[in-house]
C-alpha cells in the first residue's frame, strides 16, 4: 500500500465525485474541494447515486457503502488541503484556471506532496508552469465513470521525475486499475482515438448514412462488443492485415478530415444542449431520465467490468 495518509480531490464535479469513492473504496481517507457549495452538495448525491449501482451489484454491501461514505469529507476552504500527501485536480479544463489553482496549492502543501491533474487533453508541460517544484507534477487522465473504468493515463511532462511516474503508476495498480504510461502530446491517447471515432460519426450523420440512433447501435453491438476485449491492432491481427490494409485503400479517402467542430455537436453546444448535465443533448434527458441513464451506464459498465477482469 502507498504512503499518502491526506487523500484530496480538487473539483467536486462529475469526475471528482467519481475519484473520491475509488480512494476510499480502498480505505483512505479523502477530502473533495470545491469553491462552490452547491458543487459539493451536487458531489454528495451523485456519490450516494453512484453507491446505489455498486450494492446492487454486489460491489460493496450497505454497510460497506455507509462506510465508504463516511470516509469522504467537503470542504471549500483551500486551506484545508495543505497536509495532502497526494492530490488530484478535475477542475474546469481551461489553462488559465488551473494555473491560478496550482500556484496557490502547490505553494501550499508540502514540497514532497505528489500532485496531479485529471485534465483530458491540456498540456502537463503547460500546467506544471504555474506549480511549484514540478518535478513531483504529473498528468492522471481517468476515464468517466472512474470508479468503475479500468484505464487510467499517466503522463510524464517535461518536468515531470521519473519517480513521480512510478510512484503514481503502482499508486494506479493497487487501486486495481491498468495504467498507461503517454507522452505529453494533445489530448494524449484515449481522446485522440475517441475524438477521431466522434468526427467520423457527425459526419456519417451529416451526410445522412444513418442516424444518430443508428451510429450508436454500431458501435454498441459490434465495435465496442469488439473493442471490450481486444485493441484495434489486435482486431487487425485476427482480421488479417492484408484484408484491413485493402479497406484502408478505399475507405481512408472518404473519410471526415475536418479541423474545426461541426454538425450536430456545434449546433447543440451553440443551443446550450450540453447532454446529461443540462438535460439534453444529441438525446432528451428530462422527467428524471438523466438519473436513469447513470444508473443504467454504471451498471452495465460494472457488469462488463466484472466480466473481463475480476478474474485477473
Not at 499518502?4 to 483512505?28: D, E, N, P, R
Not at 449501482?53 to 470542504?75: E, N, P
Not at 471515432?197 to 448514412?209: D, N
Not at 484495434?232 to 479517402?253: A, M, V
Request: with cysteine; proline share 3%.
Amino acid at each position: 500500500m502507498s504512503n499518502f495518509k491526506h487523500i484530496s480531490v480538487a473539483g467536486a464535479g462529475t469526475m471528482g465525485a467519481s475519484l473520491a469513492q475509488t480512494f476510499a473504496l480502498f480505505g483512505y481517507d479523502v477530502k473533495v474541494f470545491d469553491i462552490y457549495e452547491t458543487a459539493l452538495e451536487k458531489a454528495k448525491r451523485l456519490v450516494d447515486l453512484n453507491q446505489e449501482t455498486w450494492i446492487k451489484q454486489g460491489i460493496v454491501t450497505q454497510i460497506q457503502s455507509d462506510a465508504l461514505k463516511h470516509k469522504i469529507s467537503y470542504t471549500n476552504d483551500l486551506q484545508e488541503l495543505k497536509d495532502s500527501d497526494f492530490l488530484i485536480e478535475a477542475i474546469l479544463e481551461n489553462l488559465e484556471v488551473k494555473h491560478k489553482f496550482w500556484r496557490e496549492l502547490s505553494a501550499l502543501v508540502r514540497s514532497d506532496a505528489i500532485l496531479c491533474s485529471n485534465t483530458s487533453g491540456l498540456s502537463i508541460t503547460a500546467i506544471a508552469e504555474a506549480v511549484e517544484h514540478p518535478e513531483r507534477f504529473a498528468g492522471m487522465h481517468w476515464m468517466n465513470p472512474p470508479h468503475i473504468i479500468p484505464l487510467i493515463e499517466v503522463i510524464q511532462g517535461k518536468k515531470t521525475s521519473d519517480e513521480t511516474i512510478q510512484v503514481v503508476y503502482d499508486f494506479c495498480l493497487e487501486l486495481k486499475k491498468k495504467p498507461v504510461k503517454v507522452k505529453d502530446a494533445p489530448s494524449f491517447v484515449l481522446n485522440r482515438i475517441q475524438q477521431a471515432i466522434l468526427r467520423e460519426a457527425l459526419y456519417i450523420v451529416q451526410e445522412g448514412i444513418a442516424t444518430p440512433e443508428g451510429v450508436d447501435d454500431v458501435m454498441k453491438y459490434a465495435l465496442g462488443f469488439r473493442y471490450a476485449a481486444f485493441g484495434p491492432f489486435e482486431i487487425c491481427d485476427l482480421g488479417g492485415l492484408d484484408i484491413h490494409n485493402n479497406i484502408s485503400k478505399y475507405t481512408f479517402p472518404d473519410l471526415c478530415d475536418a479541423k474545426e467542430p461541426f454538425g450536430l455537436i456545434k449546433d447543440c453546444v451553440d443551443n446550450n444542449n450540453l447532454g446529461v448535465k443540462t438535460g439534453k443533448g444529441f438525446y432528451d434527458y428530462s422527467n428524471g431520465r438523466d438519473a436513469e441513464v447513470i444508473r443504467y451506464r454504471d451498471t452495465m459498465f460494472t457488469k462488463l467490468a466484472k466480466t473481463l477482469f475480476e478474474e485477473e
